[in-house]
């Protein structure tokens, strides 16, 4: 059931992405050197420790790319090492439930 739970506040989180069209507060560069403003409405605490999570498992440098609050988790998006591989975060309250890497390592 509570498997039921997360992919329901995934599909619930990814509906409210797809109505977006506005981002807030920092600004992050791209790949092609023009700048764009980055989501940051998690708390710093969700980010520290969603950053402290994937640094520990990639053993790499880490960066917040976006983070999004919800009150089911928070989705912290961190980028790893100088490409800034993308990985994802949950958290809630500093408490990581999960880190996994985005990229297609079947393609690879």
């Known amino acids: 059931m509570h498997a039921l739970q997360r992919v329901a506040a995934l599909a619930a989180l990814a509906a409210g992405l797809a109505g977006c069209n506005q981002?807030?507060?920092?600004?992050?560069?791209?790949?092609?050197?023009?700048?764009?403003?980055a989501m940051r409405t998690g708390s710093p605490q969700d980010e520290q420790a969603c950053l402290a999570a994937v640094a520990q498992q990639?053993?790499?440098?880490?960066?917040v790319l976006s983070s999004e609050f919800s009150e089911a988790n928070t989705l912290v998006m961190v980028g790893v090492g100088p490409n800034r591989a993308p990985w994802r975060c949950l958290v809630s309250r500093g408490i990581v439930s999960e880190v996994m890497s985005m990229v297609n390592e079947g393609a690879l």
């Not at 981002?23 to 403003?37: F, K």
């Not at 990639?58 to 960066?63: A, G, M, P, S």
């Open 23 to 37: 981002t807030t507060q920092s600004e992050s560069t791209s790949m092609s050197g023009s700048t764009a403003a």
């Open 58 to 63: 990639t053993n790499n440098t880490v960066t």
